[in-house]
Structure formats: structure tokens, C-alpha cells
């Protein structure tokens, strides 16, 4: 059954969208963008504007801090993610990689914490997915990146097909699994392991070792990976020292955010 929605609050996250999407944009470009009209347009973006959601630099409407507030606040409300911000950074810095730690949005991933490790040489996915200081709030798809996998893998053949259903399977790369067998197949084989892979699948020459983490009730709130080029990601390091250690820090993850939920009902 399609959930009856408000068509005015949908137009206001189009234009919001579309702003961010162009970079920046003019009532002119919006309206060409939009199948909405000028003086609609308009309306929704004085209110955007008023409400400090979007701001105005000459003629062009750009995305405004407000959203920063909301962002942070998102980031820091579960304990959990704060968490797993400290285990990102202390991995990191362990073994001198890029480690992430992911969220389910949208049927999406969304990069909540990240983490790359300031001596490693490697261009990071960050140079290919956003020209911002920090790539924080970037969205993957689920299906291309070893996050996203053991999420996937977490979840019920219900949710899986419903995010197929709203993304598909689009490919990244030459690696990337693009047909839903496949992707079935390798999801049980997570489920099996524990432990989620990514071979040059989101970018050429990187490589992705990622495992789901769980919250006190056994539900999946989202996965670290650590990530780096394939020259260093070779053989055992690969297939077995990395996903040793990743499952024991995440283990150790799981037991802080258990031992926290408690200690919040005591």
C-alpha cells in the first residue's frame, strides 16, 4: 500500500535537493530543473530561506547551516554512533587505513564517521565521491561497498528485495555485482563468515573488508570497514588478518554499546 504523503513538504525537499545537486542555484535553473511552477518554486524557497534551511548569495540560492545543526544532532543522538566513532579512530590509527562506519538510510548507505589515516598515500573514495573537507553524510549504494553488504546481510529477504526494488543494482565499476542472484549468493556467504568483502567494486584498485555491527536487541545499526588500495591488501593480510581484526573490534564495539544500554536502565 502507497503511504499517503504531504505534496507541499515534497516539493520543498525537491528544490532542496536540486540546490544541492546543482551546486547552488538560480529561481531560473531551478525552474527549468523542476516540473513545478516559477511562482511555486519561489514560494517554497523564501520559506527555505526565512527558516535559515537554505541561504542567498546574489542570485543564487545555496544549502544553509541549518542543516548542520540537524546533521550533528543525528550523528551524536544514538550513544552507539558516538561509539563507533571511537572505534573508527582507534582502528584507523592502529593500522594506518581508511576505516568508515555506515548507516542504513533510505535503503541507502549514508557515512556517519570516517576516519583515513593521514600517512597513507592511497587516494581515498573521498576524492571520488565528494569535493568537500569531509565526505561525512555521502550516500553508497548498499550493494557496492563492504558496509553496505553486511548490512544487507542483516537484513530480511523482504528488506533486500525492497531496496533492489528502490535502487537497483548499479554499477560502480567492472567488479560491481549487478545481477540480484549474485548479490543473494554473496550475502549468504557474509552471513556464513561474519565478514563482508568489496574487491575494486566502488572504486578500481580499492578494496573493502566490512562487518556489521549490532545493538543490544540483536538488530543491525550499521557496519565499519576497513578500507585501502589493493597493493596493500594482498593475499593473507586480505582474507584474514584484516577480517580477524575487524571482527574483534567490532565485538568489542558491540560489548561498550551493550554494557552502555545498560548502564542507561540501571
Aim: net charge negative.
Amino acid at each position: 500500500m502507497t503511504q499517503k504523503t504531504a505534496k507541499t513538504t515534497e516539493r520543498s525537499l525537491d528544490v532542496i535537493d536540486t540546490v544541492q545537486k546543482l551546486g547552488g542555484a538560480t529561481l531560473d535553473e531551478l525552474t527549468n530543473e523542476l516540473e513545478i511552477s516559477r511562482s511555486t518554486i519561489h514560494l517554497h524557497l523564501q520559506t527555505l530561506l526565512k527558516e535559515g534551511y537554505l541561504t542567498k548569495e546574489g542570485a543564487v540560492y545555496h544549502i544553509g547551516l541549518r542543516f548542520l545543526n540537524h546533521g550533528e544532532y543525528a550523528r551524536s543522538r544514538k550513544k552507539a554512533y558516538t561509539l563507533a566513532k571511537q572505534t573508527v579512530t582507534e582502528l584507523s590509527d592502529q593500522i594506518d587505513e581508511e576505516v568508515e562506519f555506515v548507516v542504513e538510510n533510505d535503503n541507502r548507505g549514508i557515512l556517519v564517521h570516517e576516519s583515513f589515516h593521514p600517512d597513507s598515500h592511497f587516494p581515498s573514495k573521498e576524492r571520488h565521491i565528494s569535493t568537500a573537507p569531509s565526505p561525512a553524510g555521502i550516500y553508497y549504494y548498499l550493494h557496492s561497498v563492504a558496509t553496505g553488504k553486511a548490512i544487507l546481510a542483516e537484513l530480511s529477504d523482504e528488506r533486500v528485495k525492497a531496496v533492489l526494488d528502490d535502487w537497483g543494482l548499479p554499477r560502480q565499476t567492472e567488479h560491481t555485482i549487478t545481477d540480484r542472484d549474485a548479490l543473494l549468493q554473496e550475502l549468504e556467504g557474509i552471513r556464513k563468515r561474519g565478514v563482508a568483502f568489496a574487491d575494486e567494486e566502488y572504486v578500481d584498485s580499492l578494496r573493502e573488508v566490512g562487518r556489521r555491527v549490532t545493538g543490544p536487541d540483536g538488530s543491525v545499526l550499521g557496519a565499519i570497514a576497513i578500507i585501502g588500495p589493493k597493493y596493500r591488501f594482498t593475499d593473507e593480510r586480505y582474507t584474514t588478518e584484516l577480517p580477524e581484526l575487524l571482527t574483534e573490534c567490532v565485538d568489542d564495539l558491540e560489548t561498550e554499546i551493550r554494557d552502555s544500554y545498560l548502564d542507561d536502565y540501571r
